[in-house]
């Protein structure tokens, strides 16, 4: 019988669906069944009956939420199959944040892949993006506009090592999301041969060890609590943005903030912020990433979800590509959740 990739995958108020299967991806309430692609918190929520995910994605939420995140749990590694009820899934890397992956969904030889979050250029934190050809891509749209082109993210470690060098005696204060950002930037600046302590704000501590203890080297890392002015004298310390603005940043010596986000491109942002530094480091695919991808899958349909959807729709559009907003509430970018409403353009 000839299948509709609807007679698989349907969006629904609590995420996209699996009726033969049973299941919903990143659904963004509780649900039964939860196969989840990464462990930010709007696509991995506690509460589910039952999660399959990466490992490091059950790890992680049991550090968020406790050991009692879900009913039941079931890691599945990358490349492994699982059949359920008729549908075969299949998780694949998206070299988003550390056991982010791609989830392919096939049933009678039609597949779709839901790729969650993902990003196409290096990051020595998680296993590289794997490109999976299908007849249905599910993408993001964090960033899908022309304007948004992140470029390089060790130019942008270069641009942070020749301020410290600048200014030895200020406290580098820099703003990154607790999971995947921070550890990415620590990772670059390592990478970049910066050898000194790096110090963590309390809201990261837990989910850096976690991946130093999963074999990543992010050198000597110390807890900005209990360390002395003269400790931080001219020290690199990383926190939530949200932090940046808080009375917590007064403990360092003439703090220098930076904060490392696509968002960055938008001045506006670094602005209200305070930033002095902004960083252009995105775990998000840009323009030119996200359209390479749709094209390289060799997919005849999109679906498009969360983000700037109209232009990535109107991409495709163009290319003879058939195109649909998902319209799913309830996920959001984790570096600013309300940017995406506010309707801004890059600088
Ligand atoms: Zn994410
Ligand atoms: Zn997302």
């Not at 699996?18 to 696509?43: N, Q």
């Not at 992140?150 to 999301?177: C, M, V």
């Not at 990415?184 to 990478?191: F, H, Q």
């Not at 220098?256 to 602005?271: D, H, I, Q």
């Amino acid at each position: 019988m000839h299948m509709r990739p609807e007679d698989i995958l349907v969006p629904t108020p609590a995420g996209v669906c699996c009726k033969p299967g049973g299941f919903h991806i990143d659904p963004t309430r509780p649900v039964e069944r939860a196969l989840i692609t990464h462990a930010h918190s709007d696509h991995a929520r506690a509460g589910h009956g039952a999660v399959l995910a990466t490992a490091e994605t059950l790890d992680l939420m049991r550090l968020r939420y406790g050991e009692n995140f879900a009913g039941r749990s079931q890691a599945i590694g990358y490349g492994e199959s699982i059949g359920l009820d008729g549908v075969t899934v299949t998780f694949h890397p998206a070299g988003h944040v550390l056991g982010s992956a791609q989830i392919a969904v096939t049933a009678n030889g039609l597949c779709i892949v839901a790729s969650g979050d993902y990003k196409t250029v290096a990051d020595p934190t998680c296993v590289p993006f794997a490109l999976v050809p299908c007849d249905v891509f599910i993408t993001e749209a964090t960033f899908a506009l022309p304007v948004f082109r992140h470029g390089s993210a060790d130019g942008e470690i270069a641009k942070l090592l020749r301020s410290i060098a600048l200014f030895p005696e200020r406290a580098h204060l820099i703003g990154a999301y607790s999971l995947g950002k921070a550890q990415r930037v620590i990772a670059l600046l390592r990478r970049a041969g910066y050898r000194a302590p790096i110090y963590l704000h309390g809201a990261m501590e837990s989910i850096t060890h976690y991946y130093v203890s999963r074999g990543i080297d992010l050198g000597e890392l110390r807890p900005v609590r209990g360390a002395s002015k003269a400790d931080l004298t001219g020290a690199v310390a990383l926190c939530p943005p949200s932090a940046l603005k808080e009375v917590w940043t007064r403990r360092f010596p003439e703090p220098l903030t930076a904060f490392a986000s696509g968002w960055m491109r938008v001045r506006a942002r670094a602005r209200q912020y305070g930033v002095e530094l902004p960083l252009v480091i995105s775990d998000h695919a840009d323009w030119d990433g996200l359209t390479a991808t749709v094209a390289a899958t060799g997919a005849q349909e999109i679906w498009v979800t969360h983000g700037q959807e109209d232009a990535l729709v109107h991409w495709c559009g163009s290319r003879g590509l058939k195109a649909r907003p998902l319209d799913i509430v309830g996920y959001g970018d984790e570096d600013e959740p309300d940017a995406a409403a506010t309707g801004e353009t890059p600088a």
